[in-house]
């Protein structure tokens, strides 16, 4: 089971980067879909769930009305739009299957970390 996340790069503030997370070993269609982010000293942190079928999403505050979660259960594809970029949103991203919930998002002890893509924005 391999969850892989792509298309990190460095950009500048206000820019627009869409990551994505290719699924392998595992039919994505069952699973919840969170993407995650940690920040050199700082904790991982949740920033967008997506249920198994796309009908509802979580969105961390820090993110909400800038950062889109969308899945493609035909490919085994999830993605992320990253708009209006800010430096503080600089970490390697990862992706991993979670229990979805509205509260937010929380991985399970067994989730699959691939290596994660790295996104800098630079003010």
């Known amino acids: 089971v391999q969850l892989q996340a792509s298309g990190g790069g460095l950009v500048q503030a206000g820019g627009s980067l869409r990551l994505s997370c290719a699924a392998s070993g595992l039919p994505l269609e069952q699973y919840a879909i969170g993407w995650f982010r940690q920040a050199p000293g700082k904790e991982r942190e949740g920033v967008s769930c997506i249920s198994s079928t796309g009908g509802s999403t979580y969105y961390a505050d820090s993110v909400k009305g800038r950062f889109g979660i969308s899945r493609d259960n035909a490919k085994n594809m999830a993605y992320l739009r990253m708009n209006n970029l800010k430096p503080e949103d600089t970490a390697n991203y990862y992706c991993?299957?979670?229990?979805?919930?509205?509260?937010?998002?929380?991985?399970?002890?067994?989730?699959?970390w691939g290596q994660g893509t790295l996104v800098t924005v630079s003010s």
């Open positions: 991993t299957i979670v229990p979805y919930s509205d509260d937010g998002c929380r991985p399970y002890s067994s989730s699959p």
